[in-house]
């Protein structure tokens, strides 16, 4: 059950790249961010039975762990404002390589043959898209950086995922709840402390941050249950996650009518065949 719900994560977040991107054209990165949040937070409120359960150890896990998002969407959203959306999807499969080394040495999980294939393929996409992809000199080096590094933390945000939920102390409702608490505390802290200006109008005026937040519930949700059973993976959720670069592609070239997109194409195909071996 875990492996269909896992996908359905991956479709649904190639179409919240194409819904950041929409968003990102009519505010700025910390208004999306934080009002995404805040609505976020809202959704989750008639489905917040439990919370309060939650002891001291794991309020300050899952913390760290909104530090680390919030660290990583800044990351993100920066970079995919700056980037065609089809191209940023292929990029973004590079956490494949992170969460997978931190599986390996963190959750004794193991290396077999199909893992192994798969893990290649998707790694011969990512690079195959970086050799002269046509918008090289559209693209700063410093938001491929952060895109990379947006990468980064969010394999290690999947990887305590997993241990969060391992033990079976905590459920997918308590952690997504003050995941998303937290997460808003710490976007409306940094507002506070940089006196960063954002409008109250954008909420009314950008109908994609009401769009974005209601797929982020409803995704995590799916993500969160899927990390709740014993027999999930890391690393095959992690591959099977990519299918979002499907997603991206489709959505770079009918909305929002990018180049190159054959080969941002044959590149997520190749993507595609690697979760494929890797799930056998």
Request: with cysteine; charged share 15%; glycine share 4%.
């Given at each position: ?128 898209v970086n050799i002269g992809h046509g918008d090289g000199e559209k693209i700063r080096y ?139």
């Open positions: 059950m875990w492996i269909p719900l896992v996908l359905f994560y991956g479709l649904a977040k190639g179409a919240r790249d194409a819904i950041k991107k929409k968003a990102l054209e009519k505010s700025s990165v910390m208004e999306v961010l934080f009002f995404h949040a805040v609505i976020a937070l809202i959704l989750l409120l008639p489905f917040s039975k439990g919370i309060f359960a939650v002891d001291g150890i794991h309020h300050v896990l899952i913390f760290l762990k909104s530090f680390v998002i919030f660290i990583a969407w800044i990351c993100a959203f920066t970079s995919i404002k700056k980037m065609p959306v089809s191209f940023y999807g292929i990029i973004d499969m590079a956490r494949v390589l992170f969460s997978t080394v931190l599986a390996l040495l963190f959750l004794n999980e193991t290396m077999t043959l199909p893992k192994a294939v798969g893990l290649l393929l998707v790694a011969c996409g990512i690079v195959f410093r938001y491929l950086l952060a895109a990379l590094l947006s990468c980064l933390l969010n394999a290690v945000s999947g990887f305590m995922d997993k241990k969060l939920l391992s033990d079976g102390t905590l459920n997918s409702s308590q952690l997504q709840f003050w995941y998303v608490f937290y997460l808003t505390l710490l976007y409306g802290t940094y507002i506070l402390f940089t006196r960063t200006r954002i409008s109250l109008l954008t909420v009314k005026n950008n109908y994609w941050i009401a769009l974005l937040s209601a797929l982020f519930v409803i995704a995590d949700r799916a993500l969160f249950i899927a990390n709740e059973d014993p027999v999930s993976q890391i690393t095959v959720m992690t591959l099977i996650k990519q299918s979002s670069v499907l997603v991206s592609v489709f959505c770079g070239k009918v909305f929002f009518k990018e180049k190159h997109i054959l080969k941002r194409a044959v590149c997520a195909a190749v993507v595609l065949a690697g979760i494929v071996v890797a799930t056998l």
